[in-house]
């Protein structure tokens, strides 16, 4: 189906049973090699693979900012805080359930972690019909797995001879310093991960396990709205 921003009003159709995947993601430095928008890119293009995998799927327009405070530190990152981003969440939550019976947050930065379990749930106590879903990366930020994700969608907007190695301490030991600090102490280049071993290969799979992932997080959700439809194999994202 034609995402939202290629269709009229009069064009929709009969928006019952319709999925709403509204993208949502971050802009904020991604270490020397990697552009400020590749949360975004990222939740679009699997936004975008769902859609082609699904009948009853519509993509929304990106939500292109979020709570990236701990990469504040890093000139051009910018963040519309957790307080704001909940709230944004919320609103929009609240107006897409006007129109459509099913949305999902498509959330691709672990900054965003927070404010949207808080919107989601306070939509759905108010008896609204949203989820939310994220790809499990195996490092944190601008390493490995982004960079092999981006290099198989845009390999022109990834600077591959500006990859470098970060910090590569375990996620639970890196977290607390991450709160307290903020990404810059803890890597003067801004990569969590090891960002020298990306290959386009790499993303080619790591795209295709999450776009697997979520068409089996929606399926059940698709069924149960009358959707029959199954999704074929997944991994064709692109940006």
Do not use: C
């Not at 972690?113 to 808080?118: K, S, T």
């Not at 396990?209 to 959707?227: C, T």
């Amino acid at each position: 189906m034609p995402a939202l921003s290629d269709l009229r009003w009069t064009e929709l159709p009969d928006p019952s049973g319709l999925l709403l995947v509204v993208p949502v993601g971050a802009t904020e430095q991604h270490g020397p090699h990697l552009p400020f928008t590749t949360d975004t890119d990222i939740a679009v293009a699997l936004a975008e693979a769902l859609d082609r995998e699904r009948d009853g799927v519509v993509v929304a327009p990106a939500v292109a900012f979020g709570s990236s405070g701990e990469h504040q530190a890093f000139p051009g990152t910018l963040s519309i805080g957790r307080e704001a981003t909940e709230l944004l969440l919320v609103e929009l939550g609240r107006s897409a359930t006007e129109t459509f019976d099913r949305v999902l947050f498509l959330s691709t930065h672990g900054g965003n972690v927070d404010p949207v379990r808080g919107a989601v749930g306070l939509l759905r106590r108010e008896g609204r019909d949203v989820r939310a879903w994220s790809p499990r990366w195996e490092d944190l930020h601008a390493g490995h797995a982004e960079t092999s994700v981006l290099l198989a969608l845009a390999p022109e907007r990834v600077r591959a001879d500006r990859a470098v190695r970060g910090d590569v301490r375990p996620l639970a030991e890196v977290l607390p310093l991450l709160a307290r600090d903020g990404v810059r102490p803890v890597s003067p280049t801004g990569v969590l991960g090891d960002a020298t071993t990306a290959s386009a290969d790499a993303g080619r799979t790591l795209l295709r396990r999450a776009a697997a992932d979520l068409a089996a997080f929606v399926a059940p959700w698709s069924a149960a709205a009358g959707e029959t439809r199954e999704p074929s194999a997944v991994g064709r994202a692109r940006s």
